[in-house]
């Protein structure tokens, strides 16, 4: 066989555009021992794909697929846990809201009139904050008159 055919199918071969009746001629070739110098570095490939076709399965192996074993114990000790645990969660969302609204009942003339009181004190301070401000503003307003008329002179 030709060298410059055997580089063209083993080209074709790397590209993944071959049949499978090139393949075979590719593989002869490689395991015929008579092999060019060049191409030697891929006798390993097709001497690797020709022991990994006598594979075979043997007969002891065993396959068993995981549905096949059912365990109800397991299943019924995880929904029992499950259901716990909704349950505790339910009650203590049930407990602390309780809790909450006691503690709100006893403290809720004090906490409305601290709240007013302080609603009122932030009221009076932002009214300060802005009467400040409107004083800077016109500050503001004398220096950009003065700035015109020094650049209109």
Same mark, same amino acid.
């Given at each position: ?10 080209? $074709? ?8 009746? *090139? *393949?075979?001629?590719? !593989?002869?070739?490689?395991?015929? &021992? $008579?092999?060019? #110098?060049?191409? *030697?570095?891929? +006798? ?10 006598? +594979? ?5 192996? !065993?396959?068993?697929? #995981?549905?096949?074993?059912?365990? #109800? ?8 846990? &499950? ?14 809201? @309780?809790?909450?609204?006691?503690? /709100? ?7 409305? !009139? ?8 932030? /009221? ?7 009467? @400040? ?14 700035? @015109? ?5």
């Amino acid at each position: 066989m030709e060298l410059s055919n055997i580089k063209k199918l083993l080209d $074709n071969y790397l590209e993944a555009e071959t049949s499978l009746a *090139e *393949e075979k001629e590719l !593989e002869a070739y490689f395991l015929s &021992g $008579n092999v060019a #110098p060049e191409l *030697e570095e891929y +006798i390993p490939l097709f001497s690797f794909l020709k022991s990994e076709r006598n +594979i075979s399965a043997s007969d002891e192996i !065993e396959f068993k697929m #995981p549905f096949e074993e059912k365990k #109800p114990i397991r299943f019924s000790i995880y929904k029992w846990v &499950g259901i716990a645990a909704s349950i505790a969660i339910i009650a203590s969302v049930f407990l602390f809201r @309780n809790h909450q609204k006691n503690t /709100l009942t006893k403290a809720e003339p004090v906490a409305y !009139e601290l709240a007013m009181q302080n609603t009122q004190d932030l /009221l009076l301070m932002m009214t300060d904050a802005v009467v @400040n401000g409107k004083k800077q503003l016109s500050y503001l307003k004398e220096i950009n008159q003065t700035k @015109n008329q020094l650049i209109n002179k």
